[in-house]
């Protein structure tokens, strides 16, 4: 099925282990996001990438890092985990036309 | 800058009530405008969308009118069901393509 796959879906680390997330999309859209999500807060921009070998910081880029591998695929790296780290983290790619964006189905990820 | 407001949850209604969830923005411009539904568990999923003034979006019995004149994108059911339990999100698209969110709201349908 086209969309966008994240992996893993869930994830439980140790304060200051490290780990990527992993995000794909087969839809050939230029435009990828990384967006955490935490309760009462909606939706909030980590980083994204506008086109293929462009990255650049959303609302809430501290400690974590950023590949856009290839036009398919977009990283999303804790060098360090903390526990404020905590969180649904979502993927999501866009085509740039009148339509919205397309959702991975998240990350759930604690940081112990 | 950009900026969405949207009624704070949780709404809770019975089944086969009338919804309402507000949501107001502020823009420069002519933005598009969105909603997006989160089923427990998952993802957001695009429910309708509007891309200019008095444009109507409709989706599985939910509407909403794009007003320009009052900067809203209200979202309206006529008889909710408990399979519309969810987190509502209204969001707009800016002139560099980013979506801006309102922080959600949850409805909950009791039976």
């Known amino acids: 099925n086209a969309g966008v796959t994240q992996t893993p879906k869930f994830q439980v680390l140790k304060t200051g282990q490290s780990m990527t997330l992993q995000c794909a999309q087969d839809?050939?859209?230029?435009?990828m996001y990384w967006y955490r999500q935490d309760p009462g807060m909606g939706l909030r921009l980590i980083y994204y990438?506008?086109?293929?070998?462009?990255?650049d910081k959303g609302e809430v880029p501290n400690g974590y890092n950023v590949s856009r591998l290839n036009k398919r695929e977009f990283s999303l790296r804790l060098e360090s985990a903390a526990p404020s780290q905590t969180s649904v983290y979502f993927c999501?790619?866009?085509?740039?036309?009148?339509?919205?964006?397309?959702f991975g189905s998240g990350t759930r990820l604690t940081v112990v | 800058g950009d900026s969405v407001t949207q009624m704070e949850g949780p709404v809770t209604l019975s089944e086969e009530a009338f919804l309402t969830i507000n949501c107001t923005y502020t823009?420069?411009?002519?933005?598009?405008l969105f909603w997006y539904v989160q089923y427990p568990g998952e993802g957001l999923q695009l429910l309708l969308k509007?891309?200019?003034a008095d444009d109507k979006g409709s989706n599985k019995g939910f509407e909403a009118t794009y007003r320009k004149e009052t900067t809203s994108f209200h979202l309206e059911k006529g008889s909710v069901q408990v399979s519309d339990s969810a987190v509502y999100f209204c969001?707009?698209?800016?002139?560099?393509?980013?979506?801006?969110w309102g922080a959600g709201t949850k409805l909950i349908i009791k039976p």
């Open positions: 999501a790619s866009f085509n740039g036309g009148g339509y919205g964006y397309t």
């Open positions: 839809m050939n859209h230029n435009s």
């Open positions: 990438s506008a086109s293929e070998g462009t990255t």
């Open positions: 823009a420069t411009g002519y933005p598009s």
């Open positions: 509007a891309t200019k």
């Open positions: 969001a707009l698209k800016d002139s560099n393509y980013q979506l801006i």
